[in-house]
């Protein structure tokens, strides 16, 4: 990236003052390098001294003391006008749009909370009834089959509920 | 007790951060207004005496930026940036008052009101060696070039802070001041060659 000198022109006080990044800063330079004319610009405004005038302020005890009255005051006058407008200085229908507001989102976070729950839960009630389903099939499979053949080995119980999901309330 | 007791102190004022002013403000809302009374009002006495160069309307200026300060609602909220915004307020009412001097061509009733102050009063001496060729140059060049150069070398601001006193990005920040800078050279260019002239 190569820098024209309207772009040294817009970093000339950055530059001067050292707040370049040192990308920017080597960039700047590398065109100084080239341009006798930014070079001479910014030497010019490199004399500009902005010495700060020796302010001599006399001392002003009264007047900070009568700004710290007046303030005092102020502050009086701004506490009597917030309990004169009543605890909440806003309208009432402002208060009501607020109040609203908040209910309605409230109502909302609440009903999406429901509705995730219950979305949830019919979720598992599925799982659970299509896993009990499962298990009675196989319960009427294996009632068929001991049926069908006399006399039967004596088995092993069926395990039943070690994988069905969770029905109880939440 | 309150636990910010030790922030009190008003020779510690310049140490406070608005943190701990925010953090007594919810405890003791007065002593907070106090403290940014404290901390701030000779930066921004300086920097209206900069703008305005009259001492009783650099005090008035002050005056009414706290007093804006008390009654700004968000003031001593978390996200509030304390300082930008009594220098914005502060640079604001400045050029109003410039603004609204020259329109009234107030130059005469201001020269007047110098000869006639009282000499107890507070005053403002910009005297000794000043630079007066960049004083009297920044005041000729346009109201944006000359705030932003105040703020950085007579306020001593920093970039980042000056990018939250004007509500501007940091690239913005060091092209204006550039530009102020060479245009601040032009007039002072020109009074040179005016001066070469009269001699």
Redesign the interface.
């Known amino acids: 990236m190569r820098l024209d000198c309207q772009d040294i022109a817009d970093r000339a006080a950055p530059w001067l003052d050292q707040q370049l990044s040192p990308g920017e800063t080597e960039l700047v330079e590398r065109h100084l390098d080239g341009c006798a004319a930014c070079r001479e610009r910014l030497e010019l405004l490199s004399e500009q001294r902005f010495e700060r005038p020796r302010l001599v302020q006399v001392e002003a005890p009264d007047f900070w003391r009568a700004m710290d009255d007046r303030l005092a005051q102020e502050h009086e006058r701004l506490l009597a006008e917030r309990a004169a407008a009543g605890p909440t200085p806003t309208s009432w229908w402002k208060r009501e749009i607020r109040l609203s507001g908040a209910s309605l989102a409230a109502a909302a976070a609440l009903a999406l909370s429901l509705a995730g729950v219950s979305a949830w839960q019919a979720a598992r009630a599925v799982q659970a009834d299509a896993a009990l389903a499962s298990v009675q099939q196989e319960l009427e499979r294996e009632r068929r089959l001991s049926a069908s053949r006399e006399p039967t080995l004596p088995r092993e119980p069926v395990v039943l509920v070690s994988h069905l999901p969770y029905r109880g309330s939440l | 007790m309150t636990p910010n007791l030790k922030l009190v102190a008003p020779e510690a004022a310049a140490r406070w951060t608005e943190e701990d002013i925010k953090a007594l403000h919810a405890d003791n809302p ?1 002593m907070a ?2 403290m940014v ?1 404290r901390k701030y ?1 000779d930066r921004l ?2 920097h209206a ?1 900069y703008i305005t160069k009259d ?1 009783q309307e650099a ?1 008035d200026v ?2 009414e930026v ?2 804006r300060a ?2 700004e609602p968000r003031f001593f909220s978390e996200e509030f940036r304390q300082k930008a915004w009594l220098f914005r307020v502060t640079s604001n009412l400045c050029f109003n008052l410039v603004r609204d001097r020259r329109r009234r061509g107030a130059i005469l009733e201001h020269s007047f009101r110098d000869e006639h102050r009282e000499p ?9 060696e ?2 007066k060729d ?2 009297a140059a920044i005041d000729r060049i346009s109201a944006d070039h000359k705030e932003i ?1 105040i703020l ?3 306020d001593d601001l920093s ?1 980042a802070e000056i990018a939250e006193v004007l509500e501007v990005a940091l690239g913005t920040v ?2 204006r ?6 245009r ?2 032009e007039v ?1 260019d020109e009074d040179g060659r005016v001066r070469v002239a009269a001699d």
Do not use: N, P
């Open positions: 007065r207004l106090d009374v009002r006495f300086y005496s001492s005090y002050v005056q706290f007093i008390m009654r107890d009063q507070a005053d403002l001496v910009f005297h000794g000043l630079r960049v004083l150069l950085r070398y007579y970039y060091m092209s001041l550039s530009r102020a800078r060479g601040l050279q002072m």
